[in-house]
C-alpha cells in the first residue's frame, strides 16, 4: 500500500476541498529565470477522483532549495517537502522521512503519480517551461507535459490562484500571501536531513 504522505494527509482535516473554476487573466511568457526566489502561503485544494481535501500551506523558494509545508487548520506542519542540491527528501504526518533524487521521482514513489511540484513556481510566475513543448489555450489557459494551467491575478497582477489538472487529479492553490525575492537568511540544505 503507497504512502499518501502529503496528499493524503489532509483526510485528516474536516473541510472538503473544492476545486473552484476560475477564469485565466495573466498573460503567459517564456521562462526567464531559472531560480524564482518568493515566499507565499494560502490555502490548497486537492480533488482525486471524487474524493476532495484541503489544507494550510506555506511554501519557500530561494535560490538553493524550496520547501513545501502542508498544514492543519491549527497552523502544525504536518508534511514538509524539501528539494535541495542533494535532492528530494520529505516527512510525512508519521514522521517517516522519504528520499528521492526529485521531486517527481519522489512524488511518484510516495503517491503513486507524478505531480509537478517541481514546475509550480515557474507556472506560479505565469511562465511555461523553457525548453518543453506548450500550448496557449483559446481559454487563457497553459497546457503543458500533459497539464492544464490556470492563473488568477488581481487588478496589481499580484497571484490569486493556480489551477493544475490532468485526468486524474487537480490542485487549485489560493494565495492569501505570495511575495518575490523575500529577505531571508539564505540555507543550503533542507532541515530534514538532520533528522535522519
Known sequence: MKSYLWLGLTCLLCSCGSIREVQNNSTWQAQTL???SFDASGRVG???QSSGY???FDWLRTQQMETFDINSPLGNTLVQICQDTQGAIARDMNGKIHQAKNVEQLSLSTLGEVFPVQH???WANGQWLDGVPYQLEKDGSLTQLGWKITREVDE???LKSLTVRNDKLSMQM???QFSFNPTLP???ICELRSEQ
Open 54 to 56: 484541503s489544507a494550510g
Open 156 to 158: 496589481t497582477q499580484q
Open 174 to 176: 489560493i494565495f492569501h
Open 34 to 36: 531559472n531560480t524564482i
Open 186 to 188: 539564505e540555507q543550503y
Open 120 to 122: 509550480l513556481a515557474v
Open 46 to 48: 486537492v480533488k482525486i
